[in-house]
């Protein structure tokens, strides 16, 4: 499901959308970035997949927000993984939360960038207590060093 910096990438044929605060394609982050401007920084929506770039200090309240939200009830988290971009890219890092709301079926992707001087990111396990399994697994498999 994510493999890089270009993850995003449409089908051939297909345009992805960026959008900054303004407007995005999902009313679940229009309504999270209406409510919190600063919490999320990009919206793509590609394969009818959103992904919400979030500030590393923001990611325990997002994560929070959306899970306790009657409207988004994102109760699951579905997988966090680590990904290096490469050498070349800049911020090399990123760390995905793949989110699942088991009541609305709805799905949402938050990304958190980070240089290779600071791969800290605030954990999650407040939120969802699994997280720290996800997060020893990613971070043992990739030896990334990313410490939540």
Request: aromatic letters at 6%.
């Given at each position: 499901?994510?493999?890089?910096?270009?993850?995003?990438q449409?089908?051939?044929?297909?345009?992805?959308?960026?959008?900054?605060?303004?407007?995005?394609?999902s009313?679940?982050?229009?309504?999270?970035?209406?409510?919190?401007?600063?919490?999320?920084?990009?919206?793509?929506?590609?394969?009818?997949?959103?992904?919400?770039?979030?500030?590393?200090?923001?990611?325990?309240a997002?994560?929070?927000?959306?899970?306790?939200s009657?409207?988004?009830?994102?109760?699951?988290?579905?997988?966090?993984?680590?990904?290096?971009?490469?050498?070349?890219?800049?911020?090399?890092?990123?760390?995905?939360?793949?989110?699942?709301?088991?009541?609305?079926?709805?799905?949402?992707r938050?990304?958190?960038?980070?240089?290779?001087?600071?791969?800290?990111?605030?954990?999650?396990?407040?939120?969802?207590?699994?997280?720290?399994?996800?997060?020893?697994?990613?971070?043992?498999?990739?030896?990334?060093?990313?410490?939540?």
């Amino acid at each position: 499901m994510t493999n890089g910096a270009d993850n995003e990438q449409a089908l051939p044929g297909q345009t992805p959308t960026t959008s900054t605060q303004n407007s995005t394609p999902s009313p679940l982050v229009t309504a999270l970035q209406r409510e919190h401007p600063d919490w999320i920084t990009e919206v793509r929506e590609a394969y009818g997949e959103i992904t919400a770039m979030v500030p590393r200090e923001h990611i325990q309240a997002v994560c929070s927000q959306l899970k306790n939200s009657p409207e988004a009830r994102f109760d699951f988290l579905a997988d966090l993984c680590g990904v290096d971009r490469g050498p070349e890219e800049e911020p090399r890092f990123e760390v995905n939360y793949h989110l699942f709301s088991t009541t609305t079926h709805h799905r949402v992707r938050l990304k958190v960038l980070l240089t290779e001087d600071d791969l800290h990111v605030p954990t999650v396990t407040n939120v969802w207590r699994t997280a720290n399994w996800h997060g020893l697994i990613s971070s043992a498999s990739f030896s990334m060093g990313i410490r939540t």
